[in-house]
């Protein structure tokens, strides 16, 4: 089991999908209401001048404190064959940097003497107005927050229909309020769920139910494509090719190691992560009957349990929403509403799953974010061969070879865009979203934004039609070993003739 790095990353990493403001400008239409992703307001200490996140972003200055002593303690845990001394270092380090965010056992209630940020946008002109919200919180209780907030926008507006688009969790908070508020339906012009994070995250239902692994191939890929540092990429990747990346992270995985993080992961998820319905939400339904057992105990169902109010309320949003989400979309377009799905792909997921061989967007797998899009594998493309598997009047397939859209639950209104990750939001990006929402679009409404899209090479605010692309050549050890040599006697030669000067 490669635990270690997987908990590291986890914890450090968890959930890059901030809300992000409208950038394009547009003319009178429908009020446009945004649901942020997580993020979208600061939850921070009461009394606290400088409001530290509590919890996103997380608080990098307690974390590099407690890390700077993990080492001495792991190597003090293996030698005296004593978890506990490796498992107090990590809980106290995850404590101390997002503890006090925990909320009590009935997921509303703040535990700790915290407050949250104003919500600093709510009507940004031009028809475009944003809802924020408390990330920590339960979708259906922030779906009766946004009701409030619509009433606003319709008395503000003085119109009563309106264009929803709701962005990661935000698209959560968006079919919980479409499940409790069918009557809105009528409403609704367009629904717009960009790269939704709705059908769960793999490997936060693999943290939550124990299940979790790690791909130290995956773990390459990431950090090429997220660090975006040559030399980072070219030095983990030979250690990946020589096996000595393997080998380091059997050193961390001693069994005192591995007691130590299990015990510390378990502790962290049931008294921080677990308390928040937000993290729940990114569990899976093959994962969570058993992510309940295994944070809460067999007796997660009793009426008389601590949690009780709260897993009643995860429990509800899974069984009514989460589950029920494709039947409340293909309703509601059957009632009129222009319902609509943006998706990414072209990045590895987070290494800290055993679906780390999937497409996605660094966070989401492309297949759930599209609701059924037939997929390749990471680094290949569907079989030679293969046929389009529904509707071969329209060419639903991608020119890489990687993605059958047909088979999506929303074939004609998804729109996948490769070499985005799940938080970019290039200038085009906003604008697109406009054009679906307003003109009604389908993808075959115009030739500017087909089915497939993509990232512009040479210009990284804009988009265009996907085309095919040769790969990227794969260079072998030798090569790569010449790389490095290279560029340490860059390195090494840069700083003599600094010193020099």
């Known amino acids: 089991m490669k635990k270690f790095l997987c908990i590291m990353l986890t914890l450090v990493m968890i959930f890059p999908c901030i809300g992000t403001a409208f950038a ?12 942020s992703g997580i993020g979208s307001r600061a939850v921070y200490e009461v009394g606290d001048p400088d409001k530290t996140s509590l919890f996103y972003p997380i608080n990098g200055e307690a974390m590099v404190e407690n890390l700077s002593n993990f080492g001495r303690y792991a190597e003090e ?62 979708p259906v209780d922030l779906a009766h927050q946004l009701y409030e907030y619509v009433g606003w926008v319709k008395e503000h507006s003085g119109q009563d229909r309106y264009e929803l688009i709701g962005s990661s969790y935000g698209t959560s908070v968006i079919a919980a309020y479409m499940y409790e508020y069918e009557s809105e339906w009528d409403n609704m012009d367009s629904v717009l769920l960009c790269v939704p994070s709705l059908p769960g995250v793999d490997f936060v239902g693999e943290l939550f139910s124990g299940t979790f692994n790690f791909d130290s191939d995956v773990l390459t890929d990431f950090v090429k494509y997220m660090l975006g540092n040559e030399d980072v990429d070219l030095l983990i990747g030979i250690l990946n090719k020589t096996g000595a990346l393997e080998k380091i992270l059997e ?29 729940w939400t990114f569990v899976q339904d093959e994962y969570f009957y058993a992510a309940l057992e295994r944070v809460y105990g067999e007796d997660y169902a009793s009426p008389d349990h601590s949690h009780a109010k709260l897993i009643e309320k995860i429990t509800y949003y899974h069984e009514k929403v989460m589950v029920g989400a494709p039947d409340i979309f293909l309703a509601a377009q059957e009632k009129g509403v222009h319902m609509n799905i943006i998706a ?59 993605v059958d859209a047909s ?38 409404s115009t030739e500017k934004y087909p089915q497939f899209m993509q990232k512009c090479p040479t210009d990284g605010e804009k988009l265009e039609p996907l085309t095919f692309r040769e790969a990227e050549p794969v260079t072998d050890l030798i090569q790569d070993l010449i790389r490095l040599l290279t560029r340490l006697v860059e390195i090494f030669t840069q700083l003599i003739n600094n010193y020099i000067r």
């Open 251 to 279: 050193y961390f995985l001693e069994p005192v190691a591995q007691v130590a993080l299990m015990k510390a992961v378990n502790a962290i998820v049931h008294d921080i992560f677990g308390t928040f319905p937000s993290m």
């Open 24 to 35: 394009a400008e547009t003319e009178d239409h429908l009020p446009q209401i945004y649901v």
């Open 77 to 138: 845990a293996i030698e005296k064959n004593e978890p506990d001394i490796l498992y107090n270092c990590l809980y106290s380090w995850m404590w101390d940097t997002m503890g006090k965010a925990a909320l009590d056992t009935d997921g509303i209630t703040n535990k700790f003497n915290v407050t949250i940020d104003p919500c600093p946008l709510d009507y940004e002109g031009n028809g475009k107005y944003t809802f924020n919200y408390d990330s920590r919180l339960d």
């Open 344 to 402: 990414k792909y072209g990045y590895p997921p987070m290494p800290l799953s055993n679906s780390g061989n999937v497409i996605s967007d660094s966070l989401v797998d492309l297949e759930d974010a599209s609701y059924g899009a037939t997929c390749s594998m990471r680094d290949s493309t569907l079989p030679e061969g293969y046929k389009q598997k529904l509707y071969p009047e329209y060419n639903m397939l991608s020119a890489d070879g990687c």
């Open 407 to 444: 088979t999506c639950l929303l074939p004609f209104n998804t729109w996948i865009i490769k070499d985005l990750k799940h938080e970019e939001k290039p200038t085009e990006y906003w604008e697109m979203l406009d054009v679906i929402v307003y003109d009604n679009i389908d993808v075959n």
